[in-house]
């Protein structure tokens, strides 16, 4: 059944577990991620960006989402607008179906310009006023998600900052924070803690000073209620880098949030943690080898179908680590 945020997450919190959220495009991400529930007796959230909208267009989108209820109604599913950039946008989601929109007010509605405080109040203000009247949770971020090693927001056409940032927008303020949440009223709230989006987050297995785990705490302690959100949580297997490289690929260096950090993160308030990455690295080492090992193949279900496997294992094994299996 489609559920909204809020409601599983208040269960996350009760139970003190985490719930991955998956970003979607296409079928096979889809059906590796409630495979995958379905194996393991999870709940889902998934999350479709505007790149997404953009890619399968916005009907295939939602049918896709509204398909997966239907195939597995015991599965609880939310389906999740990921990195609004305005009101207009969050009010469109909610009018398609959506039962949860993240309003992304840390930057202007190009999606790249930080924004200041005021701004990202009142555009997060005017989405919860709305999507509340018709059920739908809202998810806000405060501060602005980037790489405490370079000053970058990370991925260079994607969702993201643009231009080197400074440690203070870099990373969330407790009290800000909490002011935040006060203002606004949101259901999660998304955090700055040196994670970034896309494959390149740490050009070494992530230290504590750049990986601020600490501050997770400090911002839980301050807000024990407010369900806090990890964007950029891929943990960047490095197996599937490996395998990407030995087929063809040409992928640089790269280390992710390692999963025992994110463990670590749960244990203080983090209930629902952002994955798209990961997905994206298994489907192309999965299909790069299928087809190096398999010159003959060319039906396409036959590749497809190795990345799904790929993809659905590692959403098994988040499942698993982040508490949330059996939780459906
Ligand atoms: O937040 C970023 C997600 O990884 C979505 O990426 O905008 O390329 O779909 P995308
Ligand atoms: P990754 O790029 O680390 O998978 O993060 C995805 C994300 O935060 C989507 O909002
Ligand atoms: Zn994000």
């Known amino acids: ?22 970003n979607v495009n296409n079928l096979e991400q889809m059906r590796a991620i409630m495979e995958a529930a379905d194996k393991v007796d999870a709940p889902v959230i998934v999350q479709a960006s505007a790149g997404a909208r953009k890619y399968a267009g916005a009907p295939f989108l939602r049918h896709l989402i509204l398909a997966a209820v239907e195939e ?15 009101p207009d946008v969050c009010q469109r989601s909610i009018q398609l179906g959506f039962s949860s929109v ?7 509605s190009d999606g790249k310009t930080p924004a200041d405080y005021d701004y990202n109040v009142d555009v997060t203000r005017t989405v919860v006023n709305f999507a509340h009247a ?4 809202v998810e ?12 970058m927001a990370g991925e260079e056409d994607g969702v993201g900052a643009e231009g080197v940032l400074d440690h203070s927008q870099l990373l969330t303020d407790p009290e800000e924070a909490a002011q935040f949440v ?10 700055a803690i040196g994670t970034s989006h896309g494959a390149y987050k740490f050009s070494k297995k ?20 407010t369900h806090l959100v990890m964007h950029g949580s891929s943990s960047v297997p490095q197996e599937w880098l490996q395998i990407i490289n030995e087929f063809g690929g040409e992928l640089g260096e790269t280390y992710g949030v390692p999963v025992e950090e994110i463990v670590e993160g749960i244990k203080h308030g983090v209930r629902k943690v952002n994955i798209d990455t990961d997905l994206r690295l298994a489907s192309t ?6 087809l190096a090992q398999n010159p003959k193949e060319f039906d396409p279900r036959k590749y497809l179908a190795a990345s799904t496997v790929a993809m659905r294992d590692i959403v098994i094994a988040r499942y698993e680590a982040f508490g949330a299996a059996g939780m459906a």
């Open 140 to 151: 806000g971020e405060i501060g602005c998600l980037g790489s405490l090693e370079t000053g």
């Open 206 to 225: 992530p230290t504590g000073d750049v990986l601020r785990i600490d501050r997770i705490k400090e911002i839980h302690a301050r807000i024990p209620n």
């Open 285 to 290: 080492g999965a299909i790069r080898r299928f």
């Open 182 to 191: 006060k203002d606004t009223g949101v259901d999660a709230l998304a955090i």
């Open 1 to 22: 059944a489609l559920v909204s945020m809020r409601q599983l997450l208040d269960h996350a919190a009760e139970f003190s577990y985490g719930l991955p959220a998956f």
């Open 134 to 137: 018709c059920g739908v949770s």
């Open 102 to 108: 993240m309003m992304d007010g840390s930057l202007k």
């Open 72 to 86: 597995f109604p015991h599965i609880p599913v939310v389906m999740h607008q990921d990195h609004g950039t305005s």
